[in-house]
């Protein structure tokens, strides 16, 4: 009983075409039974015959409309969440003036530091992928769930040495970006992506910035976290060897005096909105499980959706297997009737 509660019609030519040459044969079988039925005696067709033909046809009209069962089954799809993080490790980030939760008067990448563990808290049972920016850009943790090997990245970041710098570039980690959102794309078609990119907005190099907007494609949602203050701070030297306090100042090549850096919430804000995201400062009495980020968070979890699928199974060869047997007896009947007048 429950096959023919599920038994439905799904013509595999289409309804058209299908409906059209099923239409057709039906017409042919009536033709038939009025042919058989005017004829009478004058055919050696007897009403078997009749019957048997008129089948052979009414069974083919059935079989273009391809009868089938149809059944339903409910998967679970996991929708999972990648976040990438992209700290800002340029000398400026040792200034001495952010704040973070409880914390002051820490150096703005402590502050960066402290929200890469927040986030890791903020998302439970994402994946996670850390990248290090500077004079250049490096994927130093590709994709991984391991929330442990997060937190050793964040303990281990250091600002790049004094020797190095050539001046803040913020866009240095744009073509790193674009191609790690690409191939996670690709590799996780349904996974929902995510930016955090923590940076005190400074851009002291030569070039003009390029905009963020070519990474809005790849991103579900973009947050921009700055670090420091308005009031900003001197820099300090940073060894070779790692760590800042090498001795004395970076200066400023005019006056000769320590350069100060401040923060600049502007360009950080237009780097959000280049993105369609979201900016938000970091400071003391502030984390990362607050603003934009505790609101969206929760619309980005690992969860399980049921999907129901509907699958169709044609049922063709019973009237198949009918249908040959009607064919193999009129064959006989030819054959015996061939015989007979000859």
């Not at 970041?157 to 004094?162: G, I, M, R």
């Not at 060894?239 to 360009?267: C, E, K, L, N, Y």
């Not at 980020?293 to 009918?322: C, E, G, M």
Request: charged content about 20%.
């Amino acid at each position: 009983m429950n096959i023919l509660k599920s038994l439905t019609f799904e013509p595999a030519l289409g309804w058209v075409a299908g409906g059209l040459l099923s239409g057709l044969l039906l017409l042919l079988a009536i033709a038939l039974v009025i042919h058989g039925l005017r004829k009478g005696r004058d055919t050696d067709a007897d009403r078997w015959a009749l019957a048997r033909r008129t089948a052979m046809v009414l069974i083919l009209a059935l079989m273009v409309l391809t009868p089938s069962t149809v059944s339903r089954t409910t998967n679970k799809a996991v929708n999972a969440t990648d976040v990438f993080i992209a700290v800002d490790v340029t000398g400026s980030m040792a200034v001495k003036d952010a704040g973070y939760g409880a914390q002051d008067g820490i150096s703005r990448l402590e502050a960066a530091k402290a929200a890469v563990r927040g986030l890791v808290d903020t998302y439970p049972d994402a994946s996670f992928s850390a990248l290090s920016f500077g004079a250049s850009a490096s994927v130093d943790l590709p994709l991984t769930p391991d929330v442990r090997a997060v937190d050793n990245w964040a303990r281990g970041l250091a600002t790049e040495p004094t020797s190095r710098s050539s001046g803040s570039s913020l866009d240095a980690p744009l073509d790193r970006l674009t191609l790690a959102l690409k191939q996670t794309k690709d590799q996780h078609p349904n996974d929902r992506i995510l930016l955090y990119l923590i940076s005190d907005g400074e851009q002291t190099g030569r070039d003009e910035r390029r905009s963020f907007s070519v990474l809005r494609e790849g991103l579900d949602e973009a947050f921009i976290l700055g670090t420091g203050s308005a009031k900003g701070g001197p820099v300090p030297l940073t060894s070779d060897v790692g760590g800042s306090g090498a001795g004395g100042w970076v200066t400023d090549p005019q006056t000769g005096q320590p350069g100060i850096s401040a923060m600049d919430p502007d360009t950080l804000k237009a780097m959000a909105d280049e993105m369609s995201g979201h900016y938000q400062a970091l400071a003391k009495g502030v984390t990362v499980r607050e603003g934009a980020t505790a609101s969206v968070s929760k619309r980005y979890r690992v969860t399980t959706v049921d999907q129901v699928r509907r699958h169709v199974t044609p049922l063709v060869w019973p009237l198949a297997l009918v249908e040959l047997v009607l064919i193999l007896v009129e064959a006989g009947q030819w054959v015996r009737t061939s015989r007979r007048l000859l």
